[in-house]
């Protein structure tokens, strides 16, 4: 009997060939200066088309928001250029893909942003320590930055930069757009009423709070199509120093999302089990009570093994898995499913270390 996993999926304007979806994934392999996807990016994406769909690793929408050596972005023409690159290889094998966007927020530093500080709802730092290069190209990990209220004018900005965001994604070829709200990024501070002290129209309520995902969502799908924009969200998450808050009030930030989103008519909703990497983890009916609010497809991501994927997929408790380990180093993953083979262990010393090696080193089956 066809593993579950590998059954067709109808999402948004597309029918994908199966539901193995790939997780979006930094991996610091872009060209630096210019922030630019390259040859081997493109050959990584390629490798892996098989996946239903691929989410790439979140991808700059603006120099603001940078916050990461070594990771795209999508925000001026050469970047666009470069991408294309790669859409084009994707498609070139049947695969589709969609670009995931963020934006750092209070993740990032003044040495990224021309001594400028980092964008956030509130000023409120993180106790966390970012990635920057010292006088010798060295890394070195320093505390994020101090970050500024945003203004309105910045607010809109940072719409805007988004909405930007995505029209060169579509530009360069992709399927669709992922918006990032997850993973303690700008998107996701918003919404959490530690970081968020506003008292204007972006802050206090749920709904003030969600204001700001929520407009950027509607006005990419009114522009370029609701079946081609998903949103991602890590409920219960504490990446990032996002800081905890009342589970009562966690359900009730993400019930209204999810019904929310589920008005727009988006193609998907994507939520990550960040329980399953040592943070926080999310209720056992805390997943199903989503689906019962948003209807369109339901994606999940974190700790999944074909086997834990595959029951979700029977029990309709999800409509796709979306792996990141698994195609690290397995880039034919759908094919060793569907023959049953053993998966190839990963190297986790080279996920970030930049060049090929842990990247596209990794072999298909042989043919």
């Known amino acids: 009997m066809e593993n579950k996993l590998l059954q067709p999926l109808k999402l948004g304007n597309y029918t994908l060939k199966n539901r193995v979806f790939m997780a979006p994934m930094t991996r610091n392999r872009a060209t630096r200066p210019g922030d630019l996807?390259?040859?081997?990016?493109?050959?990584?994406?390629?490798?892996?088309?098989?996946?239903?769909?691929?989410?790439?690793?979140?991808?700059?929408?603006?120099?603001?928001?940078?916050?990461?050596?070594?990771?795209?972005?999508?925000?001026?023409?050469?970047?666009?250029?470069?991408?294309?690159?790669?859409?084009?290889?994707?498609?070139?094998?049947?695969?589709?893909?969609?670009?995931?966007?963020?934006?750092?927020?209070?993740?990032?530093h003044p040495y990224f942003l021309q001594g400028a500080a980092p964008f956030a709802p509130s000023a409120v730092a993180a106790n966390w320590t970012v990635g920057i290069l010292d006088y010798h190209e060295n890394l070195i990990q320093v505390p994020a930055g101090t970050p500024k209220a945003m203004l309105s004018?910045?607010?809109?900005?940072?719409?805007?930069?988004?909405?930007?965001?995505?029209?060169?994604?579509?530009?360069?070829?992709?399927?669709?757009?992922?918006?990032?709200?997850?993973?303690?990024?700008?998107?996701?501070?918003?919404?959490?009423?530690?970081?968020?002290?506003?008292?204007?129209?972006?802050?206090?309520?749920?709904q003030n709070r969600s204001r700001l995902l929520l407009e950027i969502t509607q006005a990419i799908a009114e522009k370029h199509g609701k079946g081609k924009v998903g949103v991602r969200f890590s409920p219960f998450g504490k990446l990032h120093d996002q800081v905890a808050y009342?589970?009562?009030?966690?359900?009730?930030?993400?019930?209204?999302?999810?019904?929310?989103?589920?008005?727009?008519?988006?193609?998907?909703?994507?939520?990550?089990?960040?329980?399953?990497?040592?943070?926080?983890?999310?209720?056992?009916?805390f997943f199903p009570a989503m689906r019962a609010k948003f209807r369109n497809t339901l994606i999940i991501n974190g700790g999944y093994s074909i086997s834990t994927g595959e029951a979700a997929i029977e029990a309709q408790a999800a409509d796709a898995i979306a792996f990141g380990r698994y195609f690290i180093s397995n880039p034919d993953l759908p094919a060793r499913i569907a023959q049953g083979k053993d998966l190839a262990e990963l190297d986790t010393a080279t996920f970030y270390t930049g060049g090929a090696r842990g990247y596209i080193d990794y072999p298909a089956l042989s043919r």
Do not use: C
């Not at 023409?77 to 290889?89: H, R, S, Y």
């Not at 329980?275 to 983890?281: D, N, S």
């Open 246 to 285: 009342s589970e009562a009030l966690v359900r009730d930030t993400y019930y209204y999302l999810a019904q929310a989103l589920q008005e727009l008519d988006i193609a998907y909703l994507h939520l990550f089990n960040q329980g399953a990497f040592g943070t926080a983890e999310v209720p056992v009916d």
């Open 153 to 206: 004018e910045d607010i809109e900005q940072v719409k805007a930069d988004f909405l930007r965001a995505a029209d060169h994604a579509f530009l360069a070829g992709f399927d669709g757009v992922e918006v990032h709200g997850a993973n303690g990024y700008l998107l996701e501070q918003f919404l959490n009423p530690h970081l968020n002290l506003r008292e204007d129209a972006y802050g206090g309520s749920i």
């Open 37 to 108: 996807p390259n040859e081997t990016i493109a050959t990584y994406y390629q490798q892996r088309a098989s996946a239903g769909l691929i989410i790439t690793e979140a991808t700059h929408v603006s120099p603001s928001g940078v916050g990461y050596i070594g990771v795209p972005g999508i925000w001026n023409t050469d970047q666009v250029e470069a991408w294309k690159k790669v859409t084009a290889g994707v498609h070139a094998q049947g695969g589709r893909i969609f670009m995931q966007i963020f934006h750092a927020g209070r993740m990032s």
